[in-house]
């Protein structure tokens, strides 16, 4: 019973993020995160500081959309 609770708990927030489309396309943004991940992971990019910058706060705001939803689907 409580699996299909939490079964019933997925299917409606996937519908409701469905709605808000491009604000909650989890893959992409689970996409665009490792790609930034990445990126700020190259030495290179710490010699513009202001592009480290912007990538660490898409990084953060990433991370909070992605690790909401794992955690509402966990």
């Known amino acids: 019973i409580e699996t299909n609770l939490t079964q019933l708990k997925i299917k409606d ?5 469905e709605i808000f489309g491009g ?3 989890y893959d ?4 665009r995160l490792k790609e930034v991940e990445l990126e700020l992971g190259e030495s ?3 010699d513009k500081p202001e592009v480290a910058q912007a990538l ?3 990084r953060a705001e990433l991370e ?4 909401t939803i794992d955690h509402m689907h966990s």
């Open 23 to 25: 604000i909650f396309d």
């Open 28 to 31: 992409e943004k689970k996409d």
């Open 64 to 67: 909070l959309v992605v690790n």
């Open 13 to 17: 927030f996937t519908a409701r993020t």
């Open 56 to 58: 660490g706060k898409e």
């Open 44 to 46: 290179d990019v710490w």
